[in-house]
């Protein structure tokens, strides 16, 4: 008898109601959303600045561009 009261107790407090997923799915939209939107942001910079990169270095000379190279891969003291 305890046993099924125990179940029944446990089935009772287990249960949600719909607004409470409502609420936790709406929640998982908008994070969603939220990640998206840094994602596109992140996207568009990366796409800047690769652009502005390769406008900077497309008429560049090989030793030009072999002594920048070593100069960004210097150890920093």
């Given at each position: 008898?305890?046993?099924?009261?125990?179940?029944?107790?446990?089935?009772?407090?287990a249960c949600?109601?719909?607004?409470?997923?409502?609420?936790?799915?709406?929640?998982?939209?908008?994070?969603?959303?939220?990640?998206?939107?840094?994602?596109k942001t992140?996207?568009?910079?990366?796409?800047?600045?690769?652009?502005?990169?390769?406008?900077?270095?497309?008429?560049?000379?090989?030793?030009?561009?072999?002594?920048?190279?070593?100069?960004?891969?210097?150890?920093?003291?």
């Open positions: 008898m305890k046993s099924l009261f125990f179940a029944l107790l446990l089935l009772a407090t949600t109601t719909n607004r409470q997923i409502l609420r936790a799915v709406n929640g998982l939209r908008a994070d969603f959303a939220k990640i998206d939107s840094v994602t992140n996207q568009i910079f990366l796409n800047y600045e690769k652009s502005r990169i390769d406008s900077i270095y497309r008429g560049i000379s090989d030793d030009d561009l072999r002594r920048r190279l070593q100069y960004l891969a210097r150890p920093k003291n």
